[in-house]
C-alpha cells in the first residue's frame, strides 16, 4: 500500500518553504534565549542617590569635596552629573571593571580622578557604564570593545602625571588582577599615581606594605601594554583608621542598605 500524500505542486512548494522556515526559527531561538539571559544580568539596581552621593565623595580627602565634580549613575543609561565642580577633580561609583568581563551588580569602588584623569579615563568608564546599560551588550563585547579602542589609540593613557583618591573607607571588588573574579569587601584607603605602561617591578614594589603598581589592563593586553596602571599607595595605619572613624555615619547607611558592607575585622 502507498502511503504517500501527493500534494499539488504548487502546495509542495508552499509545505517546504514552512518546514524551512520552521526550523529557521527554532535555529535562531536557540542562541537568543543564551543571550537574552546573559543580557539581563546586565541590570543594576540604582543605589539611593543621597547615599550614592557621599559614598562617591567619600574617595576624597575632606578639602577637596566641596569643589569636586560628582558623577551618579542610572542604571538605564550610565553616568549622568549630579554636581559640577571647580577644582578639576571628579568622583563616581565603578559598578563595572571591563577587564574582569563580567557583570555583577554588588560592585561598588568610589573613585575620583583629577582633571588628568578625568579627561583620558573616566570616559571608558562613561563608555563602559552606557553599553551595559543598554542591555544589547554581553560583558566579554564590552572587553573586547574596549580592548580594540586602546589599541586603535582612542583611548588614551593620561597625558601627565597626576592623582586618583580612593580613601573611602569601604570598598567592594576584585583583590587580585582578572585572571581571579573572586569579589571582596575591604577597607584600604589608597593613594593611586598613574603609570601607565609599568609593573610592580618597574619601581621594585611591594605589593603587602607598598607602593605597588596595579596595572589589571596588562593582563588582557599583555605585560606593559596596559595605560591605566597606577602606583599604589596605602594610607598608613592610623589614617587609614581615621578614615574609617571618620565615616561612621556612612559606613552605618552603607551596610543598612547592604549588608556586604559590613567591614570584618577592621579591614578586608
Known amino acids: 500500500m502507498d502511503n504517500s500524500i501527493n500534494l499539488p505542486k504548487k502546495s509542495r512548494k508552499f509545505f517546504f518553504l514552512l518546514i524551512v522556515l520552521l526550523i529557521t526559527s527554532q535555529c535562531l531561538l536557540l542562541p537568543i534565549e543564551g543571550v537574552s539571559q546573559q543580557l539581563s544580568d ?41 554636581k559640577k565642580g571647580t577644582n578639576g ?23 575620583s580622578f583629577d582633571s588628568a584623569g578625568a579627561k ?31 589599541r586603535k589609540g582612542i583611548y588614551k593613557a593620561p597625558a601627565r602625571p597626576g592623582i ?3 580613601l573611602e573607607p ?12 573572586k569579589i571582596m569587601t575591604m577597607s584600604m584607603p589608597h593613594y593611586m599615581f598613574y603609570a601607565p605602561y609599568m609593573n610592580t617591578s618597574d619601581i621594585g614594589g611591594d605589593t603587602d606594605n607598598g607602593p605597588f603598581v596595579s596595572n589589571p589592563d ?30 561612621s ?15 570584618k575585622g577592621g579591614g578586608m
Not at 569643589?67 to 550610565?78: E, Q, R
Not at 569601604?170 to 573574579?181: I, S
Request: aromatic share 12%.
Open 42 to 82: 546586565t541590570k543594576l539596581e540604582k543605589i539611593p542617590v543621597s547615599l550614592e552621593r557621599d559614598y562617591a565623595l567619600s574617595a576624597l580627602p575632606q578639602h577637596l569635596r566641596k569643589g569636586a565634580t560628582v558623577y551618579l549613575l542610572d542604571p538605564a543609561k550610565g553616568y549622568y552629573l549630579d
Open 89 to 111: 577633580f571628579i568622583c563616581f561609583i565603578s559598578r563595572m571593571e571591563w577587564e574582569w568581563g563580567e557583570f555583577r551588580n554588588d560592585y561598588t569602588m568610589p573613585i
Open 120 to 150: 583620558a579615563i573616566f570616559p571608558v568608564y562613561q563608555a563602559v557604564a552606557a553599553m551595559r546599560a543598554s542591555g544589547k551588550f554581553t560583558a566579554t563585547q564590552i572587553k573586547n570593545i574596549v580592548i580594540g579602542r586602546i
Open 164 to 166: 586618583s583618591y580612593m
Open 170 to 181: 569601604v570598598m567592594r571588588g576584585y583583590p587580585g588582577d582578572p585572571t581571579n573574579n
Open 218 to 247: 596588562n593582563t588582557v593586553l599583555g605585560d606593559k601594554k596596559g595605560p591605566y596602571g597606577y602606583i599604589i599607595m596605602p594610607a598608613g595605619g592610623a589614617e587609614a583608621a581615621k578614615i574609617v572613624k571618620d565615616n
Open 249 to 263: 555615619d556612612l559606613l552605618k547607611r552603607l551596610v543598612a542598605y547592604k549588608s556586604y558592607y559590613k567591614i
